[in-house]
C-alpha cells in the first residue's frame, strides 16, 4: 500500500516562500502522476498542480501560475512544490495525490492522498 507523506508547511508573510515535498511510501511512482490540491476553510478543495513522473508534463491552476513550481527528484519518489511570492489567499492545507495514470486536474481520479500540511500566509 502507497503512503503519501507531505511536509514543509508552515507560516511565512506575504511575498514569502515555502517549498512543500510529497514523498511516496510502501513503493515507488515509476510511472503516473503527483498533483497538488489545498483546501482554504469553508471552501472547497481546489486543484494547485500536477506532474507527469515519467515526462515531467506539468500544468498549473491559473491562481498560481507563475508563482508555483512543481518538481520531482530523479528518483521519482518525492515531488515538490516551490511556493513563491505567496499571498494570503494561498492559505490552505495542502495535499499531495498520485494515481498510475495520465496527468490530470480532477481530484477525483487520483488514487492515492496524504493527510495535507497547513500553509498560512499573513498580511
Known amino acids: 500500500q502507497v503512503q503519501l507523506v507531505e511536509s514543509g508547511g508552515g507560516l511565512v508573510q506575504a511575498g514569502g516562500s515555502l517549498r512543500l515535498s510529497c514523498t511516496a511510501s510502501?513503493?515507488?511512482?515509476?510511472?503516473?502522476?503527483v498533483g497538488w490540491f489545498r483546501q482554504a476553510p469553508g471552501k472547497e478543495r481546489e486543484f494547485v498542480a500536477a506532474?507527469?513522473?515519467?515526462?515531467?508534463?506539468?500544468s498549473y491552476s491559473d491562481s498560481v501560475k507563475g508563482r508555483f513550481t512543481i518538481s520531482r527528484d530523479n528518483a521519482k519518489i518525492t515531488v515538490y512544490l516551490q511556493m513563491n511570492s505567496l499571498r494570503p489567499e494561498d492559505t490552505a492545507v495542502y495535499c499531495c495525490?498520485?494515481?498510475?495514470?495520465?496527468?490530470?486536474?480532477?481530484?477525483?481520479?487520483?488514487?492515492?492522498w496524504g493527510q495535507g500540511t497547513q500553509v498560512t500566509v499573513s498580511s
Open positions: 495525490a498520485a494515481r498510475e495514470g495520465q496527468l490530470t486536474r480532477v481530484e477525483g481520479e487520483y488514487d492515492y
Open positions: 510502501g513503493g515507488t511512482f515509476s510511472r503516473g502522476s
Open positions: 506532474i507527469s513522473r515519467t515526462y515531467g508534463i506539468t
